[in-house]
T-cell receptor
Framework: AQSVTQPDIHITVSEGASLELRCNYS??????LFWYVQSPGQGLQLLLK??????LVQGIKGFEAEFKRSQSSFNLRKPSVHWSDAAEYFC???????????FGAGTRLTVKP | DAEITQSPRHKITETGRQVTLACHQT?????MFWYRQDLGHGLRLIHY???????NKGEVSDGYSVSRSNTEDLPLTLESAASSQTSVYFC????????????FGPGTRLTVL
C-alpha cells in the first residue's frame, strides 16, 4: 500500500520569507499526489494535486509543488509567506487502482511577524 | 452550493456506549470516507465506500462500522466506545474511480470518558 512521510512536524518562518515543506511518498507506480491545508478548527482544503504531466504544479494561494520521481518527493513551496498561511499542511498519496488515499502526519507552520 | 456536513460537531459519551456520527453530502459523489485525526498521526482512514451498499475497511477499522444505504449519507458507528477512540473525526467525499480531490466536512470532536 502507498504511504507518505512528512519529516518536519513543525516549521517556523518569518513573514515574507520563502517556505518549503517536505513530503516523501512510497508507491511502486506513478502516484497521485495532493497537498491539503487545515486551518485551526476547520476541515481540509485542497491546495494542489499532481496526476501526470508537468512535474511543477501550481495551486491556490500562491503555492506550488514539484514532483521528483527520482527522490520520491513532492515538496510544497511558496516564495513569500503571509501570516494567514499559518496552518497545518498535509501531503497525501493515492494509487491509480483505487479512490482512497493515505495522508502524512502533517507539518504545522508558524509564521513570525 | 454543494456541501458536506457532519453532526454532531461535538460529542461527549461514556465508555461502552454506542455512538453514531452522521455525514451527509450533496455533491452526489460516489465515494465517501471516514478519517480520524490524532496528534502525530495525521489523518488515518477508518472506512470508505465507493457506492450504495459498498463498504470497505481502512487502516484503523477495529471498533467502527459503516453502512451506505443511499448516495448522500455514510454514518459511522462506534459499537462500544473506548477512551482510545477520543479523536476528531472527518468525513470526506470524492468523485470518480481513481484518486481525486476529496471534499471534507468540518469534523466531529468526540470525547469518550
Amino acid at each position: 500500500a502507498q504511504s507518505v512521510t512528512q519529516p518536519d512536524i513543525h516549521i517556523t518562518v518569518s513573514e515574507g520569507a520563502s517556505l518549503e515543506l517536505r513530503c516523501n511518498y512510497s508507491y511502486g507506480a506513478t502516484p497521485y499526489l495532493f497537498w491539503y491545508v487545515q486551518s485551526p478548527g476547520q476541515g481540509l482544503q485542497l491546495l494542489l494535486k499532481y496526476f501526470s504531466g508537468d512535474t511543477l504544479v501550481q495551486g491556490i494561494k500562491g503555492f506550488e509543488a514539484e514532483f521528483k520521481r527520482s527522490q520520491s518527493s513532492f515538496n510544497l513551496r511558496k516564495p513569500s509567506v503571509h501570516w494567514s498561511d499559518a496552518a497545518e499542511y498535509f501531503c497525501a498519496v493515492g494509487a491509480y487502482e483505487s479512490s482512497d488515499m493515505r495522508f502524512g502526519a502533517g507539518t504545522r507552520l508558524t509564521v513570525k511577524p | 452550493d454543494a456541501e458536506i456536513t457532519q453532526s454532531p460537531r461535538h460529542k461527549i459519551t461514556e465508555t461502552g456506549r454506542q455512538v453514531t456520527l452522521a455525514c451527509h453530502q450533496t455533491w452526489n459523489h460516489n465515494n465517501m470516507f471516514w478519517y480520524r485525526q490524532d496528534l502525530g498521526h495525521g489523518l488515518r482512514l477508518i472506512h470508505y465506500s465507493y457506492g450504495v451498499q459498498d463498504t470497505n475497511k481502512g487502516e484503523v477499522s477495529d471498533g467502527y462500522s459503516v453502512s451506505r444505504s443511499n448516495t448522500e449519507d455514510l454514518p459511522l458507528t462506534l459499537e462500544s466506545a473506548a477512551s482510545s477512540q477520543t479523536s476528531v473525526y472527518f468525513c470526506a467525499s470524492s468523485s470518480g474511480t481513481q484518486p481525486n480531490e476529496q471534499f471534507f466536512g468540518p469534523g466531529t470532536r468526540l470525547t469518550v470518558l
